[in-house]
């Protein structure tokens, strides 16, 4: 049976930075089955210019009056209330993960005990955060959007000369809704081939078919952007899915996970009561007198298969039958004695 997979409710900044809705999102997350949820700290004056447009995404589902800045600016949580978020989660039953944006985020997060860090696609480049990180000894997912297979083993030489080596490679298309056509997702593989780490699935996509499809593939953590409510204001909302739609989506590829099994071809035990009713046996077509010896125009290959099976047939042409054995019969190796 595979290890079952670690299924990450991407909140973000979906809180819009009240820490009573991020505490909304966490229990919904887990009611719907999620194993962790995923917030995003920062300080603004940190990570971006405060002349910084919006990306495009961003410009369509917030507008183009403010900049990125003061977007983000709006989407912060404090430090305390961060606290509260992981004695909250704690409650909950769900593990608390983050994505640090700035050194400072870091060392924080490492202070409120933090189990591991996720890296966002765009500081896969950021070999400074990398490290810094790298330092901390926790394990690590970084995620690959954007990026070619030169800059993961970058990032990979940068996380692991700070000293981590518990690293999953999640797979990632960096667009908000990401287009299916463009997903890709056989290059999960190539990720774990390539460089011989677990791998995952980061999803931007509409709806709920690739990231059950990636676990079919091999993924060991899925992450999905969740929202209370798409219509919600916010720049990630649009791409979210909302608590039911994560319950679904949960539900499934738990089911996916039962059917993948351990891979060893047998017979499993709902079919054992089968295999009389639909295998055949060699069965007499014609009426076999005693002392008769079987030919092939004298028998039949049909249901039921209790009897001689029909690969053994050459063992059993031109033997003398020690019975009478009426057509129809299923022929068995006590008839030959």
Same mark, same amino acid.
């Given at each position: 049976?595979?290890?079952?997979?670690?299924?990450?409710?991407?909140?973000?900044?979906?809180?819009?930075?009240?820490?009573?809705?991020?505490?909304?999102l966490v229990r919904a997350a887990r009611l719907a089955g999620a194993d962790a949820v995923k917030f995003q700290t920062?300080?603004?004056? =940190?990570?971006?210019?405060?002349?910084?447009?919006?990306?495009?995404?961003?410009?369509?589902?917030?507008?183009?009056?403010?900049?990125?800045?003061?977007?983000?600016?709006?989407?912060?949580? %404090?430090?305390?209330?961060?606290?509260?978020?992981?004695?909250?989660?704690?409650?909950?039953?769900?593990?608390?993960?983050?994505?640090?944006?700035?050194?400072?985020?870091?060392?924080? +997060?490492?202070?409120?005990?933090?189990?591991?860090?996720?890296?966002?696609?765009? =500081?896969?480049?950021?070999?400074?955060?990398?490290?810094?990180?790298?330092?901390?000894?926790?394990?690590?997912?970084? %995620?690959?959007?954007?990026?070619?297979?030169?800059?993961?083993? %970058?990032? +990979?030489? %940068?996380?692991?000369?700070?000293?981590?080596?518990?690293?999953?490679? +999640?797979?990632?298309?960096?667009?908000?809704?990401?287009?299916?056509?463009?997903?890709?997702?056989?290059?999960?593989?190539?990720?774990?081939?390539?460089?011989?780490?677990?791998?995952?699935?980061?999803?931007?996509?509409?709806?709920?078919?690739?990231?059950?499809?990636?676990?079919? +593939?091999?993924?060991?953590?899925?992450?999905?952007?969740?929202?209370?409510?798409?219509?919600?204001?916010?720049?990630?909302?649009?791409?979210?899915?909302?608590?039911?739609?994560?319950?679904?989506?949960?539900?499934?590829?738990?089911?996916?996970?039962?059917?993948?099994?351990?891979?060893?071809?047998?017979?499993?035990?709902?079919?054992?009561?089968?295999? =009389?009713?639909?295998?055949?046996?060699?069965?007499?077509?014609?009426?076999?007198?005693?002392?008769?010896?079987?030919?092939?125009?004298?028998?039949?290959?049909?249901?039921?298969?209790?009897?001689?099976?029909?690969? =053994?047939?050459?063992?059993?042409?031109?033997?003398?039958?020690?019975?009478?054995?009426?057509?129809?019969?299923?022929?068995?190796?006590?008839?030959?004695?």
């Amino acid at each position: 049976m595979p290890e079952k997979t670690l299924i990450v409710a991407e909140v973000g900044v979906n809180h819009n930075g009240s820490l009573d809705t991020a505490k909304k999102l966490v229990r919904a997350a887990r009611l719907a089955g999620a194993d962790a949820v995923k917030f995003q700290t920062f300080r603004s004056e =940190d990570l971006v210019s405060v002349y910084a447009e919006k990306a495009s995404y961003q410009k369509r589902t917030t507008g183009k009056q403010e900049t990125q800045f003061e977007m983000l600016k709006r989407l912060e949580l %404090s430090e305390l209330e961060y606290k509260k978020l992981v004695l909250h989660c704690n409650k909950t039953g769900v593990e608390f993960i983050s994505t640090p944006f700035d050194l400072r985020s870091v060392d924080f +997060l490492e202070s409120i005990g933090v189990g591991r860090y996720k890296i966002a696609s765009g =500081d896969l480049t950021n070999p400074e955060l990398l490290y810094h990180v790298g330092r901390k000894r926790k394990p690590v997912i970084l %995620s690959t959007g954007m990026a070619n297979l030169g800059e993961v083993e %970058s990032a +990979l030489e %940068s996380l692991r000369s700070g000293g981590t080596r518990r690293i999953t490679l +999640l797979h990632c298309v960096t667009e908000y809704p990401a287009p299916v056509a463009e997903v890709n997702l056989r290059a999960m593989l190539t990720l774990r081939d390539a460089f011989k780490l677990p791998v995952g699935y980061s999803d931007h996509t509409e709806g709920m078919e690739v990231p059950i499809a990636a676990v079919a +593939l091999g993924a060991t953590i899925v992450e999905k952007h969740f929202t209370l409510d798409r219509r919600m204001k916010g720049p990630d909302h649009m791409a979210s899915i909302e608590p039911e739609g994560l319950r679904q989506m949960i539900r499934a590829i738990r089911s996916v996970e039962l059917a993948l099994g351990d891979g060893v071809k047998r017979p499993s035990p709902s079919e054992l009561p089968n295999i =009389d009713a639909a295998r055949r046996s060699i069965v007499a077509s014609t009426y076999i007198a005693t002392g008769e010896r079987v030919t092939i125009r004298k028998i039949a290959f049909k249901r039921p298969g209790t009897g001689i099976q029909p690969k =053994d047939i050459e063992k059993v042409l031109n033997l003398r039958c020690t019975v009478d054995v009426p057509a129809g019969t299923v022929l068995t190796w006590d008839m030959f004695k």
